[in-house]
């Protein structure tokens, strides 16, 4: 009787870790059909608000060219206002997108001989719009003897720019500076330094985290996803770089991107 006990203690044990494999496959599985759900959607969604906002940044572009005819300042800075806006939310939709890409598998890179003065020249275009109603320029130093890098350039100029469009969003007054450096170490430094708001110490990390907002509350001042520096330090993985911060509340914040000269295959 006491070896038909044990015996079917242990058959019941059996039965019953089998269930829980079970459940958990079912579990897993129902988990992974929602991530995959909730990208598709992330991705469809953004495509659709992507094609809206370029159209109407397009035609607010022509309005202020007075392509349609001349119109009073007033009515100009209500345009650019409303580009302004508009570039916000474009913003949004493609840190959404990449990472939606990224989620998804997408990682590859296009890897290729990168000019860096070209690049940093596309990228002070791209951020200047955002300069507007701030009593400072984005400072840009290139220091001597910068060769050319082996990278994939769009990631490159992603990153710079999601890291450019924090400084200067928590930046209202002193200085942001991208400075260029070719490092000992046969690395090319990109060194984002700015004189803001600054990140506790202990917080740091969690700001290459998705969705993540130091500041969470209904009441923040400062706008955004809390999507551009997970983005951006997936992005630095991909091309063989990494991404260093340095900062103190109240005196600013330095994001330091190092990449190596040549590609590593």
């Known amino acids: 009787a006491l070896f038909y006990g044990y015996f079917a203690h ?127 320029k984005v400072q840009y130093e290139i220091g001597p003897g910068i060769p050319a890098v082996e990278t994939d350039g769009e990631k490159l100029k992603r990153v710079l720019s999601n890291i450019l469009s924090n400084a200067l969003k928590f930046t209202d007054r002193g200085e942001v500076k991208l400075s260029v450096i070719k490092e000992s170490t046969g690395e090319l430094s990109f060194a984002i330094a700015d004189t803001g708001i600054g990140i506790p110490k202990e917080k740091i990390p969690l700001i290459f985290e998705s969705f993540r907002q130091l500041d969470g509350s209904q009441t923040r001042q400062h706008g955004g996803t809390g999507l551009g520096m997970a983005v951006s330090k997936i992005l630095v993985d991909l091309i063989g770089g990494r991404i260093e911060v340095e900062s103190e509340v109240g005196r600013g914040s330095i994001f330091r991107v190092s990449i190596p000269l040549v590609a590593h295959s």
């Not at 469809?44 to 392509?67: F, K, Q, V, W």
């Not at 009515?75 to 939606?100: F, P």
């Open 10 to 136: 242990i058959v019941h044990g059996e039965k019953a870790l089998k269930l829980q494999a079970h459940i958990r496959q079912i579990i897993a599985e129902h988990l992974a059909e929602a991530e995959r759900l909730k990208s598709e959607f992330l991705r469809n969604t953004t495509h659709e608000l992507r094609t809206p906002l370029t159209t109407i940044m397009g035609y607010s572009d022509l309005l202020i060219e007075e392509a349609f005819g001349p119109i009073t300042e007033a009515q100009k800075g209500a345009v650019a206002r409303l580009m302004e806006s508009a570039r916000g939310l474009l913003t949004i939709v493609e840190q959404i997108l990449d990472l939606s890409k990224l989620e998804k598998g997408e990682r590859a890179s296009s890897i290729r001989r990168q000019d860096v003065k070209a690049l940093i020249n596309q990228l002070r275009r791209e951020i200047a719009p955002l300069e507007s109603g701030k009593p400072y």
